[in-house]
């Protein structure tokens, strides 16, 4: 099983500050299959990332994904106040199913 | 627009049994992988389940596998979660998901349902 691992726990930073968020992966991962998913408090997610680098519909530009292999990177550019929330990386492993990472939580320094 | 609203959550002792459901419209149910994802109260996402459009093909979480079953009527648009054997560790909000087509493998989730809690406690 494939144990994905999202640093740091927690990002404190500014509006307007760049956020750039870590998902590890314990083996290699296809990047076709790697996604990010924003969740606020009482919401469902929302996907942000698929394919490890595209955006999906709807999503600012202001979010990229990049990374292959093992190590995957969500980047925020410029944060804006709606972007302060908790984020996860989802891993797909053919029959072993799918995998979330616990998440980043970028709150407001 | 595209709606999944989960039903079927409540109150359960441990051991007991419970059946989720989850009513999609506004588009084409049939065409499209399914999925059950649960938060427990305070804590991050863990995927359940998920089954193809056709159920040819169904995954589950090593923590659910034997205690848990999905299914889908696609007639009736309508996705499935039948929970025995029920745990406290199984109380969370359970979230139904699309699966999107453009993601290899059916591997992101596009749209979302507002979930629906599950509690097992005595």
């Known amino acids: 099983e494939i144990v994905l691992t999202q640093s740091p726990g927690t990002l404190s930073l500014s509006p307007g500050e760049r956020a750039t968020l870590s998902c590890r992966a314990s083996?290699?991962?296809?990047?076709?299959?790697l996604a990010w998913y924003q969740q606020k408090p009482g919401q469902a997610p929302r996907l942000l990332i698929y394919?490890?680098?595209s955006r999906a519909t709807g999503i600012p530009d202001r979010f990229s994904g990049s990374g292959s292999g093992t190590d995957f990177t969500l980047t925020i550019s410029r944060l804006e106040p709606e972007d302060f929330a908790v984020y996860y990386c989802?891993?797909?492993?053919?029959?072993?199913?799918?995998?979330f990472g616990p998440g980043t939580k970028v709150d407001i320094k | 627009e595209v709606q999944l609203v989960e039903s079927g959550g409540g109150l359960v002792k441990p051991g007991g049994s419970l059946r989720l459901s989850c009513a999609a419209s506004?588009?084409?149910?049939?065409?499209?992988?399914m999925n059950w994802v649960r938060q427990a109260p305070g804590k991050g996402l863990e995927w359940v389940s998920s089954?193809?459009?056709?159920?040819?093909?169904?995954y589950y979480a090593d923590s659910v596998k034997g205690r848990f079953t999905i299914s889908r009527d696609n007639a009736k648009n309508s996705l499935y979660l039948q929970m025995n054997s029920l745990r406290a560790e199984d109380t969370a909000v359970y979230y139904c998901?699309?699966?999107?087509?453009?993601?290899?493998?059916?591997?992101?989730?596009?749209?979302w349902g507002q979930g629906t809690l599950v509690t097992v406690s005595s």
């Open positions: 506004g588009f084409t149910f049939s065409s499209y992988s």
């Open positions: 989802q891993q797909y492993g053919s029959s072993r199913g799918f995998t």
């Open positions: 998901a699309r699966s999107q087509l453009y993601c290899s493998g059916g591997s992101c989730y596009g749209y």
């Open positions: 089954i193809s459009s056709s159920s040819s093909y169904i």
């Open positions: 394919g490890a680098s």
């Open positions: 083996q290699s991962v296809s990047s076709s299959y």
